[in-house]
């Protein structure tokens, strides 16, 4: 059995029609899949290792924040689920694209560095780009220029991709992890898509340019009504991060059709999924991610497999410290060898496993980051915030540092969440009566739900492997409140 995991850059909607027809349709589309930390480095870090940032230790994108770190390299690098095919040597294991943001760091033994689990390694010297960018091949620095047939990045790593099927070993399955920065920052789009999607726009939800009351300061903070130069800025951000995904479409085409012609796709498993989301004006927050809510947390999940029945949705809830567990089941190895906090879903995808005791809540986490001195731009801010853009509004601060338990159960759709901060301050949103988390519930709830989601949230912040894996609050063999 082969594995294709496929990990574009923060995805919201998307317009994937090929991905989707070919992925999705073809196999299960989980509809409450979540990431365990809504930034890049920390999100990623939880799937290459299956744990929660508190186990990891990846707190922001920074070297000195655990991102591609010689601390990462030296204790999670030989525990991420690359290094365990790698180890018991069946698997033969591929990597092309964006590793983690600070990755080729000279500090951190620059591109030169092949992590441990991958045979083969073509991985992007630090943080996203398109053109102008070096690759580490398999630790020989590979330099690009600004050549679109030769050197735009998505199209690159799908010929890195189809090269490797065509030369890989047919006698041992393999593994490969396709990372396209698309589409993250600059939002390049490829020259034939660059008039693409004329009149998108991002979406007008309920919550789209309001005034975040009863949120955390940071949210209160944001300019109500945006600015119209704001409001043309996200929706041009958004129209072009569209069109980076059209050459993201185009890659998993080429890959799948290379499968189907080589006679592998029937036993191939494909993972579609991407590592955090992206808001793009709710709450009058111009555009970032990092925060709680559901358009920063919630990511695409898309597989087809062997054993997976076609046009199947679930609305199972999934974390992404379960990709993990899941590839080394499909690969045959038991996640409870492993120090990994997520769960395997092969069973759900396969129709083996029992929906009604699968898992009801995750863990997310978030380290906020500020600045020590003001913004030169926004001196009436001062200190302690951060990524101040457009019009002064901040989409970071030391104190946007939180933890929620996310539920999701046939019981409850419910979002608790607490900031270390001052206040302590607390947000609670039922989902299912506010699927746009409009109104913060924490001060009229049940006294009784409060607690015992507070020692859920404790209980989890300091779970590791197993304990992560316990019955919450709304699970079906736990007692209900």
């Known amino acids: 059995i082969c594995i294709i995991s496929i990990l574009p850059s923060f995805i919201v909607q998307m317009p994937l029609v090929k991905t989707k027809k070919l992925i999705g349709d073809a196999g299960i589309t989980f509809t409450n899949a979540f990431v365990a930390s809504p930034l890049c480095c920390p999100s990623r870090a939880s799937i290459l290792t299956g744990k929660y940032p508190h186990n990891h230790h990846v707190v922001n994108n920074t070297l000195e924040g655990n991102c591609s770190s010689t601390a990462w390299q030296k204790t999670q690098e030989p525990e991420t689920f690359s290094a365990f095919l790698q180890k018991h040597g069946t698997y033969q294991t591929f990597f092309a694209g964006k590793y983690l943001n600070e990755y080729g760091s000279k500090k951190a033994g620059g591109v030169e560095h092949v992590p441990l689990g991958w045979d083969h390694w073509f991985a992007l010297e630090s943080n996203s780009k398109y053109y102008n ?65 004329p009149n998108v726009k991002a979406p007008r939800d309920p919550n789209f340019n309001i005034h975040g009351k009863d949120k955390h300061w940071l949210i209160r903070q944001a300019k109500t009504p945006m600015t119209n130069s704001s409001v043309e800025f996200l929706d041009n951000a958004y129209r072009k991060r569209w069109r980076t995904l059209l050459s993201v479409d185009d890659l998993v085409e080429k890959v799948v059709r290379k499968l189907e012609v080589s006679g592998e796709l029937s036993n191939t498993y494909i993972i579609f999924t991407s590592d955090n989301g992206y808001h793009t004006g709710q709450f009058s927050l111009p555009m970032d991610k990092r925060q709680l809510y559901e358009f920063d947390i919630r990511v695409p999940l898309l597989v087809r497999g062997p054993y997976i029945k076609p046009n199947q949705t679930s609305p199972l809830l999934i974390a992404n410290v379960d990709l993990g567990p899941t590839i080394l089941d499909i690969a045959g190895y ?145 007692v209900l409140p």
């Open 133 to 197: 960018y070096t690759l580490s091949v398999n630790g020989r620095a590979q330099r690009h220029g600004q050549n679109y047939s030769e050197d735009y990045l998505t199209d690159v790593l799908a010929n890195i991709s189809i090269d490797f099927l065509e030369n890989k070993s047919n006698r041992r399955p393999f593994f490969m992890m396709v990372s396209t920065p698309a589409p993250h920052s600059p939002w390049t789009a490829a020259p034939q898509y660059e008039s693409s999607f």
């Open 334 to 478: 038991n996640v409870n060898e492993t120090q990994m906090d997520g769960m395997s879903f092969l069973p759900i995808m396969t129709g083996k496993g029992n929906s009604s005791t699968w898992r009801s809540d995750v863990l997310v986490e978030y380290e906020g980051e500020g600045s020590n001195i003001s913004d030169p731009a926004c001196p009436l801010l001062g200190p302690g915030v951060s990524e101040c853009f457009p019009d002064c509004v901040c989409e970071d601060s030391y104190n946007n540092t939180y933890a929620c338990v996310r539920t999701v159960s046939q019981a409850a759709n419910l979002q608790y969440c607490e900031f270390d901060d001052n206040e302590v301050f607390v947000e609670v949103y039922n989902l299912t009566a506010d699927p746009f988390q409009l109104s913060n519930i924490a001060k009229s709830i049940d006294q009784e739900v409060l607690e015992k989601m507070n020692h859920r949230l404790m209980m989890l912040q300091s779970c590791s492997g197993r304990s992560c894996r316990t019955p919450g609050v709304y699970d079906s063999q736990s």
